[in-house]
């Protein structure tokens, strides 16, 4: 990986606490699943090293929160210009420990480098207001304030999208973090924070600790100086960590799974749609909270959508994402190919056609691949339909009419993402009103920007990240009533 790099000092396996790069007593190893060769041995600075960060977070706060916001939003915006300007280097370290393909890697940091961007403009903006009050010669106003030391546990979907949508409002806002990226990807995290280090952010403002997640877990949402909890990744962890901060009635901010619906009505631009099922689907090889997990077709347009569907699915290269022609990279590791290909097994065994794919690919390209995947004639009982596929499988569905539509649309826990496609201006208010999500994409199969709100309801989350609603979720709205006036 080094050899890849044009600035090799970004590659760093020791974590970064109170402005130090500190060991650990033990090493895990990070591996490229497009190959399964090991990239790098990470320090695991465990509990000890997650009580000094949280220590060193909240030192630096009392600072920190007082520093002017404006140079708080110039020291974010250069953290910005740094990542931009190592791009390069940022992507190809997701792609080695992730294995999406260069360009969406790439693709990824700019995205991330967008939220830093957003949020240093966003923090500047900020303001209160005053009130009428009941009270005779009273008068009364808001002032909103950081909430104190954050700790973030980010995935390894998106190694550097997920840390910067969370550090940059929170640092902007005068919060101080301590950040534990996932064991998979700690290497795009550990390269933010040096660049975080080199943009001249104080020491203990921003900390990246690697390690156990059981052992650090608890220290980050029990320890009475940390204020909020920000996590993005599976549900069932979203759960335990919630519970877990509810002891000291922390703030939580939770980017949990999804199960996202993706409608297409019997007026859609059928081409259009199988393209926007491909960009949904397909990019990090369908790991994302995000990817379209059950395609709801209506039934006059199924099968149509199904043959164009098959003729671009046959069409995906599979491969390492640094070879230039690979579509999509391996999934995160052989555990989650065998995840998704139960799934896809279990589709079958119920009576589902798998049109193309439904099969691991990791003998034949010796990594943990798995083969771009159509299935159809499944029902919505069908676990592949109930579960997070989080894998290239896509799934159509059958429906009727929009009522119907949108019963089955909405008979899932989570409310994260939904996609439909119509050209009839009364179905777009009608259906995305009528969705139970954070979010609709309409003719569009792709959601998220630095300045718009991304979250989820139901059992996929707690909060907003993004634009301006991103930066007030690390603030407190405090009221301050004078008398005597
Ligand atoms: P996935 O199954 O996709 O890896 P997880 O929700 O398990 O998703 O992981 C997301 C993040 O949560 C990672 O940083 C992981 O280390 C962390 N994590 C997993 N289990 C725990 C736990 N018990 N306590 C704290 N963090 C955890």
């Not at 997990?293 to 046959?314: G, V």
């Not at 939904?418 to 979010?439: F, N, P, Q």
Request: charged content about 25%; hydrophobic content about 40%; aromatic content about 6%.
């Amino acid at each position: 990986l080094k050899s890849r790099l044009s600035d090799a000092s970004l590659l760093k396996t020791d974590s970064y606490v109170d402005g130090r790069w500190v060991s650990g007593e033990t090493a895990f190893a990070v591996t490229n699943p497009a190959d399964r060769q090991q990239i790098a041995e990470v320090a695991d600075v465990g509990e000890t090293g997650a009580r000094k960060a949280v220590a060193a977070a909240h030192e630096a706060f009392a600072k920190w929160k007082r520093t002017s916001v404006f140079e708080r939003a110039r020291l974010v915006m250069a953290w910005h210009d740094l990542i931009m300007e190592h791009v390069g280097d940022l992507g190809t370290i997701i792609t080695a420990e992730m294995g999406k393909p260069l360009k969406e890697a790439r693709g990824e940091v700019a995205y991330g480098a967008g939220f830093v961007k957003v949020s240093a403009e966003e923090a500047t903006r900020l303001h209160g207001e005053t009130l009428p009050v009941q009270f005779p010669g009273a008068r009364g106003w808001t002032i909103r304030q950081p909430v104190g030391v954050v700790a973030c546990i980010t995935p390894w979907n998106f190694p550097s999208a997920m840390i910067t949508r969370k550090c940059a409002p929170a640092l902007a806002a005068g919060c101080t973090m301590v950040v534990k990226p996932a064991p998979e990807t700690p290497l795009s995290a550990l390269a933010l924070a040096e660049l975080a280090d080199r943009a001249g952010i104080p020491r203990g403002v921003f900390n990246v600790i690697c390690g156990d997640a059981e052992a650090i877990g608890p220290v980050l949402t029990r320890s009475p100086e940390v204020a909020m909890v920000g996590f993005t990744g599976s549900t069932s962890v979203g759960k335990l960590l919630m519970r877990q901060a509810a002891d000291g009635v922390k703030r939580v901010s939770l980017e949990l799974g999804g199960n996202a619906p993706f409608i297409v009505m019997d007026d859609a631009d059928v081409e259009k749609a199988a393209e926007g099922v491909l960009a949904s689907k397909f990019r990090a090889g369908g790991q994302t909270c995000v990817s379209a997990n059950r395609i709801i077709a209506q039934d006059s347009i199924a099968d149509d959508l199904i043959e164009a569907l098959k003729a671009k699915i046959e069409k995906v290269k599979v491969g390492s994402g640094f070879e230039s022609d690979t579509d999509i990279g391996p999934l995160i590791h052989d555990e989650a190919v065998g995840r998704v290909h139960k799934l896809v097994e279990h589709a079958r065994e119920k009576g589902a056609r798998i049109v193309t794919g439904g099969r691991p690919l990791d003998d034949e390209l010796g990594g943990s691949f798995y083969a771009p995947t159509l299935i159809a004639g499944g029902n919505f009982d069908l676990d592949i339909a109930r579960n997070e596929i989080f894998g290239p499988v896509a799934s159509v569905y059958r429906a009727g009419d929009e009522k119907e539509i949108l019963r089955v649309a909405n008979d899932t826990p989570y409310g994260l993402a939904a996609y439909v496609y119509t050209r009839d201006i009364g179905r777009v208010h009608r259906i995305s009103e009528g969705l139970d999500y954070g979010m609709v994409g309409v003719n569009a199969p792709m959601v998220g920007s630095p300045s718009t709100p991304f979250g989820g309801v139901k059992e996929s989350g707690i909060g907003r990240e993004g634009g301006k609603w991103g930066v007030e979720e690390f603030t407190e709205l405090k009221f301050v009533l004078l008398g005597g006036v």
